[in-house]
């Protein structure tokens, strides 16, 4: 879950950088906004992204604290389908958002995990999928949600449909990306010291 604003005490660990990409108006800054100040967007006008941060202290699935920095990105469409590639250097996480009552916003989202599959430099960078708008679903030009679910299954990636009016269904993808950032490492993972009595001559 993502706790209030001011509340920084036993955060562990450096700041995550989170990409939060996907289509014009498939809802990534309503989504933000209501996970991480549970604002809602609902009755104000749209103005498309160009960037923005936000920067959020979620609780892990392991109880810990973890500070994620998340780069709002401009909205992509069917002539701009790719990512600046400056956020592919610094993603230590994306969260790829679709509409689902927009079958275009899912081909995109297909495009750009393609492009962060090019571009990555890290091995296993953690990705999570957001079907929005999950209110809408069944609309005319919506996705199937049967063909989402085997594209994510096909990827091996972890699909949430969510929408903006119950921030309970944020909750849920956005502790598991934090836990996957910031893995508990196990013991013996850290080196380890034999101490013994050394001989005098």
């Known amino acids: 879950m993502f706790l209030p604003r001011g509340v920084n005490r036993h955060v562990m660990g450096r700041t995550s950088r989170v990409v939060v990409a996907g289509a ?13 100040y549970a604002n809602s967007t609902a009755e104000k006008q ?9 920067v959020g202290i979620v609780e892990t699935e392991r109880g810990t604290r973890e500070k994620l920095r998340f780069y709002d990105t401009a909205g992509l469409d069917a002539q701009n389908r790719t990512l600046p590639q400056h956020y592919h250097a610094l993603a230590d996480g994306y969260v790829l958002v679709y509409s689902v009552a927009d079958s275009l916003s899912f081909q995109l989202l297909q495009d750009i995990k393609k492009d962060i ?35 994510a299954a096909a990827e091996r990636l972890r699909l949430w449909h969510v929408n903006t009016v119950d921030r309970n269904l944020l ?31």
């Open 46 to 54: 749209y103005i498309p992204t160009v960037e923005d941060t936000y």
């Open 171 to 201: 909750l849920e993808p956005f502790m598991n990306l934090a836990s996957r950032l910031n893995p508990q490492q196990s013991k013996t993972s850290f080196p380890q010291l034999h101490m013994g009595r050394k001989n005098k001559d």
């Open 24 to 36: 014009r108006q498939s809802g990534k800054t309503s989504i933000l906004e209501k996970a991480i």
């Open 117 to 151: 599959d090019r571009h990555k430099e890290k091995k296993d960078v953690p990705i999570i999928i957001l079907g929005n708008k999950s209110d809408l679903a069944g609309s005319s030009g919506a996705v199937d949600e049967g063909t989402a679910v085997r594209w």
